[in-house]
């Protein structure tokens, strides 16, 4: 069961880190990023500290909990 749950981890990861690229450009360089299916990425300072934070948290557990033994095995 740890290995769905780490999957799920690096999923969030992913997308919480395209989630704050995405805050930087439209906050600082004017980009309307995903205007055209409707939603726009947030450009409040609020979204863009949740985005890294959620990032960074998922990234620590997924790194410290779900990486591998020195002897290479899983």
């Given at each position: 069961m740890k290995d769905p749950?780490?999957?799920l981890?690096?999923?969030i990861d992913a997308v919480c880190a395209i989630?704050?690229?995405g805050w930087i450009l439209n906050r600082f360089f004017g980009f309307s990023m995903g205007s055209k299916a409707?939603?726009?990425i947030p450009t409040e300072w609020q979204a863009g500290v949740s985005f890294?934070?959620?990032a960074a948290v998922c990234?620590?557990?997924v790194h410290f909990f779900g990486g591998t033994k020195k002897d290479g095995s899983q």
């Open positions: 749950l780490m999957m981890l690096q999923i989630g704050f690229v409707g939603v726009v890294i934070v959620v990234f620590g557990i």
